[in-house]
């Protein structure tokens, strides 16, 4: 076959002419499109490097700022006895959350890091700056720690108030890498009670030895207060106020790709950029935290122990494309029949009615399973973004409840600039439970956008 040219004569008003001037338009769109994505290709890797001062050439000292936004729409269907701020009933609505934004610093010298993130989370229209508010919007540390490598990438120790969590691979997961529209509550099980945003305040060592990756620490768990926390009663345990550290850890056999422990975030997918196969285990163990008391009336003392298991796997495929799966078991033991709702911004929950809002079985004593299977698609719209659809899963069976409490969404994530610009769509069926008994789905469509740098 012959080479196809295109030949400029500007003094032919014919046919040759309208090819021309159509080759002419061609060239030019070729240029401008190649332009535009190689300039959003620099952006995207402008934005994966952060806002960097280096101090050195080699890199080992430096000063590196960033940020982090999560803004929710949602489009709820309410737990039925839900009422509004007006005093009615109410069974469905529509808000805006603003879920998140933090400001990071991290300081790298030579062997010594430290890390400082200060933000807000979760400000629902019920939480305001106005003085004719009760809940009033605050800030605070997520993290603020300094850690030193005492053995090149096999050991770094370090303290203060960290993510270097036991337990499972999510349970110390950024919230700027998910996939679904947040990380999954139950690889937090005690986030609503001795947890400050799934961190606490201890020492930590962690690093790499051969194929295996590693965090321990131990912890002083935040105090519950005593006058709002659930009662303990008959067989049925609850937190109580306790000065007693927690132990835990993680360990992960890393059969591809290694990941780093240089910061202590695990992200939930790299985009196909990576190959990954790991297996992991994890505990927690916060002793004498829990009491309950039996049928004669004497109170009895109970540990927490959590222990699980979970598989992470992501492998890139042709243009571009990945699969990606994590698979999660934990065991739970707070004490007999422990049990606690939850609900990410859940506004109008009422303490006359637990299951109001939109509440649904979150921790307890008893076993869960969290799955999550992703499918990033091949380069479909060029490299600047990319489409991914994905299927999440949290099956809940807990000692207190009759029947297994089942949470599933499924969503679709468009980025753009790799994970610094992304916008999400999950539709999310909620497990409603009357008491103790499964009675119905309820409907919540989450419409995300988050950015960071």
């Known amino acids: 076959m012959g080479k196809m040219s295109c030949r400029v004569k500007l003094y032919n008003h014919g046919t040759s002419g309208l090819i021309t001037k159509y080759c002419l338009v061609v060239i030019i769109l070729i240029v401008s499109v190649n332009n535009v994505l ?29 940020s982090a936004f999560d803004f929710w729409g949602r489009i709820i269907q309410y737990n039925p006895g839900t009422v509004s ?14 879920r998140r934004a933090t400001m990071a610093t991290t300081m790298r010298m030579d062997r ?16 305001s700056a106005s003085p004719y508010t009760t809940s009033k919007p605050t800030l605070y540390f997520y993290d603020f720690w300094g850690s030193y490598e005492i053995v090149r990438d096999y050991l770094r120790i370090g303290y203060g108030l960290n993510l270097y969590r036991g337990l499972s691979r999510y ?17 937090a099980p005690d986030v609503l009670t001795t947890d400050q945003l799934a961190r606490h305040l201890g020492f930590f060592a962690a690093g790499n030895i051969n194929v295996f990756n590693y965090r321990f620490m131990a912890g002083k768990p935040f105090v519950v207060n005593s006058a709002s926390k659930p009662a303990f009663t008959v067989n049925k345990a609850a937190d109580i106020p306790n000065n007693n550290s927690s132990y835990e ?9 290694k990941e780093t422990s240089f ?72 004490g007999p029949n422990y049990f606690m709702n939850g ?17 649904e079985p979150n921790f307890g004593t ?48 468009y980025y753009l600039f790799g994970q610094n610009l992304k916008f999400t769509a999950q539709y999310e069926l909620r497990p409603y439970f009357k008491n103790i008994d499964f009675d119905s789905y309820k409907n919540m469509i989450i419409l995300k956008t988050q950015f960071s740098f």
């Open 38 to 66: 190689q300039g959003q290709e620099n952006i995207k890797n402008s934005l994966e490097k952060g806002v960097v001062h280096n101090f050195s050439d080699d890199g080992k000292y430096f000063v590196k700022f960033g």
């Open 85 to 98: 701020s007006s005093g009615e009933s109410i069974n469905k609505d529509f808000d805006f959350v603003l």
């Open 112 to 127: 010594f890091t430290g890390f400082v993130m200060l933000g807000t989370g979760t400000q629902t229209f019920m939480v």
């Open 171 to 187: 349970s110390s997961a950024t919230a700027s890498k998910t996939i679904g529209a947040d990380v999954p509550m139950l690889s």
């Open 249 to 257: 850890g993680y360990l992960s056999i890393q059969l591809f790709e």
């Open 263 to 334: 910061l202590p975030f695990f992200a939930a997918t790299y985009l196909g950029k990576r190959k990954i196969l790991n297996f992991g285990a994890g505990f927690y163990s916060h002793p004498n935290s829990t009491q309950s008391t039996t049928p004669a009336g004497d109170t009895l003392t109970h540990n927490k122990f959590h222990f699980a298991f979970d598989v992470f796997f992501e492998y890139p495929v042709a243009d571009g494309g990945a699969v990606t799966f994590y698979g999660a078991f934990f065991k739970y033991n707070y």
């Open 343 to 359: 609900g990410a911004g859940n506004t109008l929950v009422t303490a006359a009615l637990p299951g109001s809002g939109i509440s």
């Open 366 to 413: 008893g076993t869960a399973i969290a799955t999550q299977l992703a499918w990033l698609f091949p380069a479909l719209i060029g490299e600047a973004g990319k489409m991914q659809v994905y299927y999440e899963g949290n099956y809940m069976f807990f000692d207190a409840l009759n029947d297994p409490a089942l949470h599933h969404n499924l969503g679709l994530t």
